[in-house]
């Protein structure tokens, strides 16, 4: 079992997650985050914002499904671009996968692992 | 070392903080959070007709007030129109503890949290590599108690 935790565009939310229940994930947390990467956020004019607002959906899945789940979200999270032809813009975020050993659901005390949907 | 992730009702939560500080967890992040299950934050419910329609965010609309009875069909709000996806406000508890102590705080968040409803949540136990403390710079163990 792998935690995908990624940090998305707040506007991409929705078309990601509309993506990802079409391929059968609709267990999911969503948070509120502030953050920056490499560029150290952005520059308007003379104002400098070093914390830009994301969003971080989190969401725990078999190993099978990880790499098909990481592709959904890097699709719909990436913007067009004007620069280059395959799109993607520096702020589109960031996808993290760990490891997750073991999961329970309070409801019915059940616990998963391996390959078992939580 | 295991890090402890536990989403959880709001109004569980200090029951939760309790049960945890009396089997010795003191230290706990929180955080609010919105999600949802399988069930995508609905709640199913017969119609008149006898077709099954979906019931979506009631929670959340009788929380911000906009509605006074979540029992009355006039509020069943169809599926085309969902209220944010579907996410409802939970709470999201993060620990890091000793192997040995996962299994009983396991077993303290699932008895506390446990009220046989769809919605109680989701604990998951991942693999921490290492943890510090600022302060004084201990590291594993010892700078977990």
């Given at each position: 079992?792998?935690?995908?935790?990624?940090?998305?565009?707040?506007?991409?939310?929705?078309?990601?997650?509309?993506?990802?229940?079409?391929?059968?994930?609709?267990?999911?947390?969503?948070?509120?985050?502030?953050?920056?990467?490499?560029?150290?956020?952005?520059?308007?004019?003379?104002?400098?914002?070093?914390?830009?607002?994301?969003?971080?959906?989190?969401?725990?899945?078999?190993?099978?499904?990880?790499?098909?789940?990481?592709?959904?979200?890097?699709?719909?999270?990436?913007?067009?671009?004007?620069?280059?032809?395959?799109?993607?813009?520096?702020?589109?975020?960031?996808?993290?996968?760990?490891?997750?050993?073991?999961?329970?659901?309070?409801?019915?005390?059940?616990?998963?692992?391996?390959?078992?949907?939580? | 070392?295991?890090?402890?992730?536990?989403?959880?009702?709001?109004?569980?939560?200090?029951?939760?903080?309790?049960?945890?500080?009396?089997?010795?967890?003191?230290?706990?992040?929180?955080?609010?959070?919105?999600?949802?299950?399988?069930?995508?934050?609905?709640?199913?419910?017969?119609?008149?007709?006898?077709?099954?329609?979906?019931?979506?965010?009631?929670?959340?609309?009788?929380?911000?007030?906009?509605?006074?009875?979540?029992?009355?069909?006039?509020?069943?709000?169809?599926?085309?129109?969902?209220?944010?996806?579907?996410?409802?406000?939970?709470?999201?508890?993060?620990?890091?503890?000793?192997?040995?102590?996962?299994?009983?705080?396991?077993?303290?968040?699932?008895?506390?949290?446990?009220?046989?409803?769809?919605?109680?949540?989701?604990?998951?136990?991942?693999?921490?590599?290492?943890?510090i403390r600022i302060r004084t710079g201990?590291?594993?163990?010892?700078?977990?108690?």
């Amino acid at each position: 079992m792998k935690m995908i935790r990624a940090i998305i565009r707040p506007e991409s939310v929705q078309p990601v997650i509309h993506a990802l229940e079409k391929i059968g994930i609709d267990a999911m947390t969503r948070m509120n985050v502030t953050g920056r990467g490499k560029e150290m956020g952005i520059s308007q004019g003379a104002i400098r914002y070093t914390e830009i607002p994301k969003e971080m959906l989190m969401m725990v899945v078999p190993d099978y499904v990880v790499a098909r789940t990481v592709t959904v979200i890097r699709t719909e999270a990436r913007t067009s671009s004007t620069m280059s032809l395959d799109g993607g813009n520096i702020g589109d975020g960031k996808i993290f996968v760990t490891d997750v050993e073991e999961a329970y659901t309070i409801r019915t005390s059940e616990k998963t692992t391996g390959t078992e949907r939580v | 070392m295991k890090e402890i992730i536990a989403i959880i009702r709001n109004e569980c939560v200090e029951p939760s903080k309790s049960a945890l500080e009396s089997i010795g967890i003191k230290g706990i992040t929180f955080s609010n959070v919105t999600g949802r299950g399988r069930q995508k934050g609905t709640i199913h419910i017969p119609d008149p007709e006898g077709t099954l329609r979906r019931r979506i965010g009631v929670h959340l609309l009788l929380q911000r007030g906009l509605i006074r009875d979540a029992d009355n069909p006039r509020f069943h709000v169809p599926v085309e129109k969902e209220l944010e996806l579907g996410f409802l406000p939970k709470r999201m508890l993060m620990m890091v503890a000793d192997d040995d102590d996962v299994p009983s705080i396991v077993q303290t968040l699932i008895r506390v949290n446990n009220s046989g409803h769809h919605g109680d949540g989701k604990i998951f136990i991942c693999p921490v590599a290492g943890a510090i403390r600022i302060r004084t710079g201990e590291q594993g163990n010892p700078a977990l108690s």
